[in-house]
């Protein structure tokens, strides 16, 4: 018999030295739980030799009165009801701070099969915890920047799915946050957006280079909102290919720019286009007329004795004439008409697709309209009238210029010739 145990002896000390290199923590106890075995690295940690670990518990040999409940009902379930158990343990190590394992305990039994102690084995996990636990501290501290952030902050993946969204998109979207990651763009606005916006992130995933412009998109609740978008591309550690973008709302900037030129365009008294807006439009026109072969009309109008009005009645009670007139051309006019105050009584008519003798016809309506019209309420005894030349853009004609001058020549004569009439050049 002890010939076996000392021909098993050399056995035993490989299998210990293997056990003492493996770089697990790895233990027996008995039913007590007191050690039966211990590793180098469960000695070094315990800072005993193993002479002094074997027969104690755990709590004998780090100095301590009890363990934590949870431990030892791991223990029990271990010893006591043959479970199998892996989890996560923290433990206090004496001149140490605690330490942080992953240990899977299962039941130790006999050569019958009866449990008669524990076999452990722990991974010192401390320092990922530790990593795992700055990790989380500072997404949180990014989230809590990018949240507060006034812009829209996202990232898209290869397959146009969403991986990060801050609160921002998710008001954007009208959705928490939970319910856009992992999904599909196309699922979160309309197709037609989705597709043009992934074009974008495509050139940026296969040029690598950043992307900067204005981009448009309806929110949660169905109203354009306008965005200055930069989108740049990004590979994770894995070599995912993806986008991180960050739109900014320039809505009310936008707006302003609109109303701005909008302002630019517009006569603010009468709210039809001003000069230099209508020879934009004019000269739009005429190159789609030359290109099509279309006619071209024009109309320019003048109205009659107007400084007598501002001179008699005041510059107040001529706004509201100008206005009134205005207000009477337009239900005449059609949606393609061109109408456009050019000097301080004067005004243009441009339409497209007009033969002269419909342009006459046009001239004379508004013509007898204004002659019919009470311009001012406070004023019944107020009437006026407006002189109108009518011309048609002809073959000969090398530009828009010709066909203005030749409208108002139209309109010099019909002054010349008493006012309140139509002259046709």
């Given amino acids: ?130 990593l795992e636990a700055r990790l989380r501290e500072k997404k ?62 495509q050139a940026v995933i296969d040029s690598q280079q950043p992307y900067a412009a204005e981009v448009s998109l309806p929110d949660a609740a169905g109203h354009l909102r306008h965005f200055w978008s930069v989108i740049v591309p990004w590979v994770d550690a894995e070599g995912v290919q993806a986008v991180v973008g960050m739109s900014t709302d320039i809505t009310a900037l936008h707006e302003l720019q609109e109303e701005l030129q909008q302002q630019a365009r517009t006569d603010s008294l009468t709210g039809c286009a001003n000069r230099r807006r209508f020879f934009e439009l004019a000269e739009i026109e005429y190159a789609r007329s030359r290109r099509h072969g279309s006619s071209l009309s024009l109309i320019a109008i003048d109205i009659d004795h107007f400084k007598q009005i501002n001179d008699h009645y005041g510059h107040p009670t001529g706004d509201l004439v100008l206005q009134d007139f205005v207000g009477c051309c337009r239900g005449i006019l059609r949606e393609i008409d061109i109408f456009a105050r050019t000097g301080g009584e004067e005004f243009c008519i441009l339409l497209p697709c007009a033969s002269l003798d419909a342009a006459r016809e046009i001239s004379e309506r508004i013509r007898t309209m204004t002659m019919a019209c009470q311009p001012v309420d406070a004023l019944p005894s107020l009437r006026i009238s407006a002189s109108f030349g009518v011309s048609s853009l002809g073959t000969a004609d090398p530009d828009f210029q010709v066909l203005f001058a030749r409208a108002d020549r139209a309109l010099y004569a019909a002054k010349q010739q008493g006012r309140n009439r139509t002259v046709v050049l």
């Fill in 140 to 201: 949180t501290l990014l989230d809590a920047v990018l949240d507060h952030v006034d812009a829209l902050v996202y990232m898209k993946d290869a397959s146009r799915h969403f991986r990060y969204a801050n609160q921002r998109v998710a008001q954007m979207f009208g959705l928490p946050v939970e319910q856009i990651i992992d999904r599909l763009d196309s699922a979160l606005m309309p197709h037609e957006a989705a597709d043009r916006f992934w074009a974008i992130d």
């Fill in 1 to 130: 018999m002890q010939d076996n145990a000392a021909q098993l002896e050399p056995a035993l000390d490989s299998y210990r030295l293997l056990l003492d290199e493996v770089g697990a923590f790895i233990y027996t106890a008995d039913l007590q739980g007191r050690y039966t075995y211990a590793n180098r690295l469960v000695l070094e940690m315990l800072g005993r030799p193993l002479a002094q670990v074997i027969g104690k518990t755990f709590a004998e040999c780090v100095g301590v009165s009890a363990l934590d409940e949870t431990i030892d009902d791991t223990d029990r379930r271990v010893m006591h009801d043959g479970e199998t158990i892996a989890r996560e343990e923290t433990h206090d190590i004496p001149g140490d701070q605690a330490r942080t394992f992953w240990s899977v305990k299962k039941p130790l039994r006999d050569g019958e099969g009866r449990i008669v102690g524990l076999l452990g084995i722990s991974y010192d996990i401390t320092e990922k915890v530790q």
